[in-house]
Structures are given as structure tokens and as C-alpha cells.
T-cell receptor, first 110, second 113 residues
Framework: GEDVEQSLFLSVREGDSSVINCTYTDSSSTYLYWYKQEPGAGLQLLTYIFSNMDMKQDQRLTVLLNKKDKHLSLRIADTQTGDSAIYFCAETPPGNQFYFGTGTSLTVIP | NAGVTQTPKFRILKIGQSMTLQCTQDMNHNYMYWYRQDPGMGLKLIYYSVGAGITDKGEVPNGYNVSRSTTEDFPLRLELAAPSQTSVYFC????????????FGPGTRLTVT
């Protein structure tokens, strides 16, 4: 299987920016994703980036992709307490499977 | 649309018992997946299906079985439950494997004691 790695924990103060990092393994992945999981719930798609892009911005979210280093990051601007959740990156190499990272638990301190 | 539904939400099993986790989707998706989530380990794929009658193993299939008799339903069977199967189980579906979104159910929290 693929090893998609993330830091397990991140704490930020409300109003600051959060940056969640991910390293993936398969350079042939077409899409790379960020999913959000709130307590007691399933995962929901937050945003995604196509592999031929370097950056994607969507309101408070900025995704950066460095294909050379196989590094993906998610920046959340003006982080709010409602952003507290676990964030998963995922890749889709050719085939039928998604490979998810270990998840980063984001805690926003009021 | 209800999306992806899973039952039960919680279950406690004794070692050696069997059970079936139910998953249903109403989005007419061909692709369906079963994952388990363990703390600090992310999601691991157990089994997946690319359509009715077709299933395949994921990363961690041992101790589990699946079937896909209809597009809507993708039950996961645990035979002879073991403590190592204590986990949260998620079912998901997608329109295609490279599709940018998998839709997840709310999960089933299973404890084997």
C-alpha cells in the first residue's frame, strides 16, 4: 500500500493561520484531496487539486502542491473554532483505490 | 437523498461472534468501499466493489467478507470477531475511482471484548 504521511496534531490560536502538511508516495496520482472529519462523523471532502496545478485557492483554504517533493499542504486562513477537526489528505494512484493519510487533529484555541 | 447510510451506529461483540455491518447508498454509484479507522493510523481499505457482483480486496481484508448483490447495498461481514477488529468502520461510495469525491457514511463503532 501507499504511505501517506501527516503530523498527528496541530494547535493554533483562533484568528491565526493553520498549515497542515502531507507527503504522498505516488507521483502518478491524478488528484490529491483534503477531507475533514468532525467528531463522531464520517469524512467530508474539503477541497482537491489536480496534479498539474501548483496551487488552488478556495475562500479561506489554500492548497499547495509540490510534485517534485511529493508534498501537499493545506492552509486555513483566519482559523475559527469550527475548524477544529481531523484533516486527512488522500491520493489516487491509477487504479480503484484512495489512499488516506494518518490524519492531523487540528485544535483551535479560543 | 439520504447519501450513504450505515447500521448499526454502535455494537459490542464478544470474541468469536459474527455480525454484518450494513451499508446502503442512494446515489447510484458504482464504486463502494469499506474502511476501518484506528487512532493515529488513518483509514485502511478493507474491501471495495466496482459494481454489482464484483468485489476486490483492499489493504486489510483478513477476517472480513463482502458481497455486492445490488448497486445500492454493500454489507461487510465479520466472522469470528477478534479484539483486533475493534475499530470504527466507514462505508463510502463514489461515481468513479478517480472521481474527486468519495461520500462517506457516519460510521459504525465496533468493540470486540
Amino acid at each position: 500500500g501507499e504511505d501517506v504521511e501527516q503530523s498527528l496534531f496541530l494547535s493554533v490560536r483562533e484568528g491565526d493561520s493553520s498549515v497542515i502538511n502531507c507527503t504522498y508516495t505516488d507521483s502518478s496520482s491524478t488528484y490529491l484531496y483534503w477531507y475533514k472529519q468532525e467528531p463522531g462523523a464520517g469524512l467530508q471532502l474539503l477541497t482537491y487539486i489536480f496534479s498539474n496545478m501548483d496551487m488552488k485557492q478556495d475562500q479561506r483554504l489554500t492548497v499547495l502542491l509540490n510534485k517534485k517533493d511529493k508534498h501537499l499542504s493545506l492552509r486555513i486562513a483566519d482559523t475559527q473554532t469550527g475548524d477544529s477537526a481531523i484533516y486527512f489528505c488522500a491520493e489516487t494512484p491509477p487504479g480503484n483505490q484512495f489512499y488516506f493519510g494518518t490524519g492531523t487533529s487540528l485544535t483551535v484555541i479560543p | 437523498n439520504a447519501g450513504v447510510t450505515q447500521t448499526p451506529k454502535f455494537r459490542i461483540l464478544k470474541i468469536g461472534q459474527s455480525m454484518t455491518l450494513q451499508c446502503t447508498q442512494d446515489m447510484n454509484h458504482n464504486y463502494m468501499y469499506w474502511y476501518r479507522q484506528d487512532p493515529g493510523m488513518g483509514l485502511k481499505l478493507i474491501y471495495y466493489s466496482v459494481g454489482a457482483g464484483i468485489t476486490d480486496k483492499g489493504e486489510v481484508p483478513n477476517g472480513y467478507n463482502v458481497s455486492r448483490s445490488t448497486t445500492e447495498d454493500f454489507p461487510l461481514r465479520l466472522e469470528l470477531a477478534a479484539p483486533s477488529q475493534t475499530s470504527v468502520y466507514f462505508c463510502a461510495s463514489s461515481y468513479s475511482p478517480g472521481s474527486y469525491e468519495q461520500y462517506f457514511g457516519p460510521g459504525t463503532r465496533l468493540t470486540v471484548t
